[in-house]
């Protein structure tokens, strides 16, 4: 559903447009409803600040995942509250963008430059500095001469 990276902007309001090319399909798959919250960050240095944009038939499938979470597990209460407490429902408006609240934006480092990028059923977005540099980061794990998981291996790329 969705690909690709696009580099977009962040208004003075704190408001994202949607390409063209997304507005359509998310008219008609979720009415425009939509979900945002944070990408878990990996590591002890947290750089990979992000948020991921779920239409929202996909966030529901999450939510029920999360709220039936064991409560005597710790890192998944973890998740749970990090995701539905950080979860913001946004509607696209007429002109096809959405308001990224406060918390969001500062979580996510969010500048004026912004890159989202698809992922299937979601979308994540970026500040464009924090991109650049994960993107080097992911660069080097390939090339860092570990062999390919098993799952990975079997890909056909």
């Not at 995942?65 to 998944?76: I, S, V």
Request: hydrophobic share 40%.
């Amino acid at each position: 559903m969705f690909r690709g990276v696009t580099h977009l902007n962040l208004d003075a309001k704190g408001r994202m447009a949607f390409p063209a090319k997304y507005r359509e399909r998310l008219q008609s798959y979720c009415d425009g409803e939509l979900v945002v919250t944070i990408h878990l960050p990996r590591g002890k240095e947290q750089r990979d600040r992000a948020l991921v944009i779920y239409p929202l038939p996909e966030w529901q499938g999450l939510e029920r995942q999360l709220q039936g979470m064991p409560a005597m597990d710790h890192k998944g209460q973890a998740i749970r509250k990090l995701l539905m407490g950080y979860a913001n429902e946004c509607q696209v408006d007429g002109a096809g963008r959405i308001l990224l609240s406060s918390p969001l934006r500062e979580f996510a480092q969010l500048d004026k430059k912004l890159v989202l990028v698809g992922q299937g059923d979601r979308l994540e977005l970026w500040s464009e500095s924090i991109w650049q540099s994960c993107t080097e980061d992911w660069l080097a794990v390939l090339a860092d001469g570990e062999p390919l998981s098993e799952a990975v291996a079997s890909l056909t790329l």
